[in-house]
């Protein structure tokens, strides 16, 4: 008689009625609107800054897997949304050579090496972005001034709100209110590329979470716990939820699937997680922002996270203390 098998994939065993490629695309598409806003924003040069990391990064990807004899997969949009996101971390006016090297860290280095989509264990955009402010931090600090309209304008530099706060805090100085929150919810503020216009993020945000793309456990537990900690660091909650890229990195890259936990709980313990570390950095820590280095640690936490709250063995009775 012959004894039937069943094949036991690799986790996560949560199926989508999409596949990979849909569901990268679809949260490229969720990110269009925030694209446009941004070259609208800030001015054409974004666009430039915008095409040129995705390209590159989908020459790296392409390159990068011919050279280890592998199927070139450039199709899936995986390394297209990680160029967007790596873009959406930069300033609108940086050296086109920065997102060329951005891209060969995150592709080659922390995407391929590790054995290519599926096996990275950090957010590969994120980790081009925190070697990128270490080794090159007056490019990648460089704000501008909105120009609020696509067309080719001089850039006029300026601080961020986080760096507002920063610098005040450091000096002894009453925090002042520098930007309303309207023009912080629609993007009227320096900033990186993908963290200006609020608006324009959260409508992508809620086509994933329509879609069943991306869990709202994640970003809430992240940006009530920023809100919550604010308030006993002295910092106004509205502001700190508004200011940043708090909203970018908590529907877009703290729910990545390969590198954050696949768990009801472990979405909640791992959002709440970047939260803390968020505000600890933004409060006591040398960097205006704390969104790429909380997401990056507590990447690193993830196995554990999911190895402490594996929920038990549909069957199985909890060890009786």
């Not at 446009?36 to 974004?46: E, H, N, Q």
């Not at 716990?225 to 990195?249: C, K, Q």
């Not at 472990?266 to 803390?276: L, P, V, W």
Request: aromatic fraction near 10%; charged fraction near 15%; charge should be positive.
């Amino acid at each position: 008689m012959e004894q039937s098998k069943f094949k036991v994939s690799v986790s996560p065993h949560i199926r989508f009625p999409e596949g990979i490629s849909q569901i990268m695309w679809w949260v490229n598409a969720a990110l269009f609107p925030a694209a446009v806003a941004s070259i609208y924003i800030f001015g054409l040069r974004s666009l430039l800054v915008i095409a040129t990391s995705i390209a590159s990064c989908v020459l790296v990807e392409a390159l990068s897997q011919k050279a280890f004899r592998k199927e070139i997969t450039i199709s899936d949009g995986s390394a297209f949304l990680t160029g967007l996101l790596l873009a959406f971390n930069l300033p609108p006016r940086v050296p086109l050579w920065i997102p060329l090297i951005g891209s060969v860290i995150a592709i080659f280095l922390v995407k391929q090496l590790f054995g290519g989509l599926g096996y990275n264990i950090f957010n590969p955009a994120l980790a081009a972005r925190a070697v990128l402010l270490s080794s090159w931090p007056a490019q990648m600090t460089s704000w501008v001034k909105p120009v609020n309209g696509f067309r080719i304008a001089d850039a006029v530099s300026s601080a961020s709100p986080l760096g507002i706060v920063k610098e005040a805090a450091r000096a002894g100085r009453e925090v002042t209110q520098h930007f309303s929150y309207m023009d912080m919810f629609l993007g009227n503020i320096p900033g990186s590329l993908g963290e200006t216009c609020k608006a324009a993020l959260l409508f992508g945000a809620v086509v994933l979470i329509i879609k069943g793309i991306v869990d709202w456990r994640t970003p809430l537990s992240f940006i009530a716990t920023v809100a919550v900690l604010s308030i006993p660091f002295g910092r106004n909650p509205l502001s700190e939820v508004l200011s940043g890229g708090l909203i970018l990195g908590s529907f877009f890259m703290a729910t990545d699937m390969v590198t954050a936990p696949t768990t009801r709980k472990g979405k909640i313990i791992f959002g709440a997680g970047c939260g803390i570390i968020t505000a600890l950095i933004r409060s006591h820590g040398g960097f205006p922002e704390g969104v790429c280095y909380s997401i990056l640690f507590m990447n690193c936490l993830t196995p554990l996270i999911e190895r402490t709250i594996r929920p038990r063995i549909f069957g199985t009775r909890r060890a009786e203390e």
